[in-house]
């Protein structure tokens, strides 16, 4: 049987720096911004996440698109 994966979800992630531990370790915060359509283009969601950065007070250090999917055994 093959099993099939079918888009549910993607969420938009902007990584970002938040300050440092007590031993010295980076710390980092993640804003993830849910309810974009799984069929969405790489490069549409990497402009939108350009203009979001610049709208944080933290340095972004990463860019990440979360898809979900449901597996399903046919």
Known sequence: MA???????TDLVLVMENGTG?????LYVSRAFKDVKPDAVHADLYDVAQALIGLQS???IGI????FNELINE
């Open 3 to 9: 099993v099939t994966a079918t888009p549910i979800a």
């Open 22 to 26: 007590a031993s010295g370790q980076n």
């Open 58 to 60: 933290r340095t972004n």
């Open 64 to 67: 990440q698109r979360r898809d």
